[in-house]
């Protein structure tokens, strides 16, 4: 199973900076790689599929980067409503596995 | 706009099985493109992929898990189903039933809190 790895745990920015999320997979995941976005009580939602790809709806602040082991979530200017948690999941290998997630909160 | 809603019991007792009912609306369960799965997530902890089904009744189950699961699918009824055996406290989790393609989970159920004790 591949284990993903998020850091940091909790990451605290104020609103209008950018906030920087990272995701390591234990294996080369290719571009394997979506992104999810969960606030409280809700269930997630899909920001980024591909390492890269914007999903449908998803405001272009949000932006990801890498492949292979090393992925980066970026959040341009965070507004009030980007504060949640952040999972990372790879889906080159089955089962797909998640990240243990990043809480993003208000500074 | 497909929508999936999870139905059966909230308590379940130590060593007994877990039968949840996912029932889809919005489109086709028997739709190409999706498979359907069961994700759970323990209070305060991530997600784990218990399992998945193709339309064509293909499964493939966590191997952590695949000893006690069993994922079916009732296409006249446009519903899915879990099964997870000999259930224990490290069970207790909020299970999910989604609907995901290419690997990436576009829909999600509200969730439905399993807590095992007797």
């Known amino acids: 199973e591949i284990v993903m790895t998020q850091s940091p745990a909790t990451l605290s920015v104020s609103p209008g900076e950018r906030a920087t999320l990272s995701c390591r997979a234990s294996q080369s995941v290719s571009s394997n790689l979506a992104w999810y976005q969960q606030k409280p009580g809700q269930t997630p939602r899909l920001l980024i599929s591909g390492a890269s790809t914007r999903a449908t709806g998803i405001p272009a602040r949000f932006s990801g980067s890498g492949s292979g082991t090393e992925f980066t979530l970026t959040i341009s200017s965070l507004q009030s409503e980007d504060f949640a948690v952040y999972y990372c999941q790879q889906y080159n290998n089955w089962p797909g596995t998640f990240g243990q997630g990043t809480k993003l909160e208000i500074k | 706009q497909v929508q999936l809603q999870e139905s059966g019991p909230g308590l379940v007792k130590p060593s007994q099985t877990l039968s949840l009912t996912c029932t889809v609306s919005g489109g086709s369960i028997s739709s190409g493109s999706y498979y359907w799965s069961w994700i759970r997530q323990p209070a305060g902890k991530g997600l784990e992929w218990i399992g998945r089904?193709?339309?064509?009744?293909?499964?493939n189950y966590n191997p952590s898990l695949k000893s006690r699961v069993t994922i079916s699918v009732d296409t006249s009824k446009n519903q899915f189903s879990l099964k997870l055996s000999s259930v224990t406290a490290a069970d207790t989790a909020v299970y999910y039933c989604?609907?995901?393609?290419?690997?990436?989970?576009?829909?999600w159920g509200q969730g439905t809190l399993v807590t095992v004790s007797s």
């Open positions: 989604v609907g995901a393609v290419a690997g990436t989970v576009l829909y």
């Open positions: 089904i193709f339309t064509s009744g293909t499964t």
